[in-house]
């Protein structure tokens, strides 16, 4: 399963249980984000247990995107039922920034760097 | 003319020599029928104060700053027959970005109120982005977190300075000091 966002593209892949984000991701509002919300309630829906979340190929992302992923945790939050990891890389500078404050949203999150 | 200023609004004074000096100007309207041009002038102004070709830390940060307040600048200003004046300057390790353009009286004093709230010693930041967060997921809350993501976890300060210009018109000129991070 396979989404392209502006400059970005997601991969979901079943048998890892692995959304890949690749390239940049900036669109312009909440709006044009829902697909991308769609992507990843739909990858969390086909896992039976855990999702990772592999954001170490994602160049930047600009608020409404973090914002679109920490609704998405809230969601997962609620729901009890999808454990999930991020996993981010120390070379890209914004995710090391950011990529904590999900943990923040829900303990349970897992914040992996490599 | 009625003017308002709040927050850290000429942290580096005026009339100090900078190192470097990038002047852009844009309109608005160019902006939002491309968005993508967002992203390739902050792409391009991050690469021109990048000056280590080995260490990529401050040109993605850099980028994803002024990334922000171009897209706030571009969402919110008057469209037509308007600009948007970049100017960037470089004084030994902060970087100043400067942002002036135009908007309504709405737009104004959401900004105005927004600043306030987010330079407030009684604010948490942490806690705000918590609260904000599950407020939009439960949609009871529909302004943006850039500002606030920016000021809690990037090493940034932020002034602005709001001039009345009459007929429902306000000249905005909005700053962000970055502080680059020491080279390895």
């Not at chain 1, 991308?36 to 190929?57: H, M």
């Not at chain 2, 100007?25 to 041009?37: A, C």
């Not at chain 2, 300060?157 to 991070?181: A, E, N, P």
């Amino acid at each position: 399963m396979v989404l392209i966002a502006g400059e970005s593209q997601l991969t979901f892949n079943n048998f890892t249980s692995t959304v890949v984000f690749e390239g940049s991701m900036r669109l312009a509002n909440l709006t044009e984000y829902e697909k991308v919300s769609e992507f990843l309630k739909d990858s969390a829906k086909s896992v039976e247990k855990n999702l990772i979340l592999d954001l170490s190929r994602l160049n930047f992302l600009n608020s409404s995107g973090i914002t679109t992923l920490s609704m998405f945790i809230i969601g997962l939050k609620k729901l009890q039922v999808t454990k999930l990891k991020v996993i981010g890389s120390h070379s890209i500078s914004w995710q090391e920034k950011s990529l904590p404050n999900f943990n923040k949203l829900w303990h349970e999150v897992e914040i992996a760097f490599e | 003319m009625n003017e308002k200023i709040i927050g850290q609004y000429d942290l580096t004074p005026e009339n100090m020599p900078a190192e470097g000096s990038l002047e852009v100007k844009i309109q608005p309207i160019d902006m939002v029928t491309y968005w993508k041009r967002c992203s390739a002038i902050a792409d391009f102004v991050a690469r021109f104060y990048n000056v280590n070709e080995k260490n990529h830390a401050n040109e993605n940060l850099i980028s994803t700053v002024f990334n922000e307040i171009i897209e706030n600048a571009a969402k919110y200003s008057t469209k037509r027959d308007s600009e948007i004046q970049v100017d960037v300057k470089l004084y030994n390790t902060i970087l100043k970005i400067q942002v002036q353009n135009t908007c309504n009286k709405f737009h104004c004093e959401t900004l105005e109120n927004r600043m306030r709230i987010l330079l407030s010693e009684d604010t948490d930041l942490n806690e705000l982005y918590i609260q904000e967060m599950e407020q939009k997921a439960n949609g009871t809350k529909e302004s943006g977190i850039g500002l606030l993501m920016l000021l809690k976890d990037f090493q940034i300060s932020l002034g602005l300075k709001t001039i009345d210009l009459g007929s429902d018109l306000y000249h905005v000129i909005f700053q962000v000091f970055y502080l680059m991070q020491e080279e390895e």
